[in-house]
């Protein structure tokens, strides 16, 4: 069965510095990987997704992952932290059959310190 | 402009008493689905519709009902609600098979409370 692991229900950065928001994954095959931000009261919004291709993939807002099959993990990262960074993450992975359901992790929520 | 919309974004209902959550979207897109997200939970999948008259049960289906009537809307039945379906709940879509990789579309989410 897949399942998405998120270590870290709470980071907390400086702004200005380095993000890094831990995803691992486990799937019998190579699935398709997503991050989701939900600032407060509202719904998901798509950051990046990772389908097939290049591993690295680009975002909005300058985040970026990397898709690491050896290690099964889609790590989040963004240079420099901003405030307005400040929200709930979530990592999916979309589960391959029928179903087309996305598998969430438990969500990491990021604390940007002025 | 795309989107899925939600209503009501916010409830307060009783033990017992029917609800129906509503939920549309305007890409014409074939599959929708219900989570629900709880803290420390992230997001369960509650049901989902492949297309009109298709849908079948996601990883918390008990207490709820769904229908696909119209490509556009998939409604979410709570015939008699309970405290422990207190939650936040979101509605979203996808093209489906052939579509784009997969991707979701979210609403807003419904935040119920039942007392």
């Known amino acids: 069965a897949q399942s998405v692991t998120q270590l870290g229900s709470h980071v907390s950065v400086s702004e200005g510095a380095l993000v890094l928001l831990r995803c691992n994954y486990s799937?019998?095959?190579?699935?398709?990987l997503f991050w989701y931000v939900q600032y407060p009261n509202q719904g998901l919004q798509l950051l990046l997704k990772y389908t097939t291709g290049a591993t690295l993939v680009k975002g909005i807002n300058g985040f970026e992952a990397e898709f690491k099959k050896s290690e099964t993990s889609f790590h989040l990262t963004k240079p420099s932290a901003h405030m307005s960074d400040a929200a709930e993450y979530f990592c999916?992975?979309?589960?391959?059959?029928?179903?087309?359901?996305?598998?969430f992790g438990s969500g990491t929520r990021l604390l940007v310190r002025p | 402009e795309a989107q899925v919309t939600q209503n009501p974004r916010y409830l307060i209902t009783v033990t017992g008493k029917k609800l129906t959550v509503t939920c549309s979207q305007n890409?014409?897109?074939?599959?929708m689905s219900w989570y629900r997200q709880d803290p420390g939970l992230g997001l369960r999948q509650i049901y989902y519709s492949m297309n009109v008259e298709v849908t079948d049960k996601g990883d918390v289906p008990e207490g709820y009902k769904v229908s696909r009537k119209e490509k556009r809307n998939f409604p979410l039945i709570l015939e008699s609600p309970s405290p422990n379906q207190t939650s936040l709940y979101f509605c979203?879509?996808?093209?489906?098979?052939?579509?784009?990789?997969?991707?979701?579309?979210f609403g807003p989410g419904t935040r119920l409370t039942v007392t």
């Open positions: 890409m014409n897109h074939e599959y």
């Open positions: 979203a879509s996808s093209q489906g098979e052939g579509g784009s990789s997969y991707e979701q579309y």
């Open positions: 999916a992975v979309t589960r391959m059959d029928s179903s087309y359901k996305l598998i």
């Open positions: 799937s019998s095959v190579p699935p398709y």
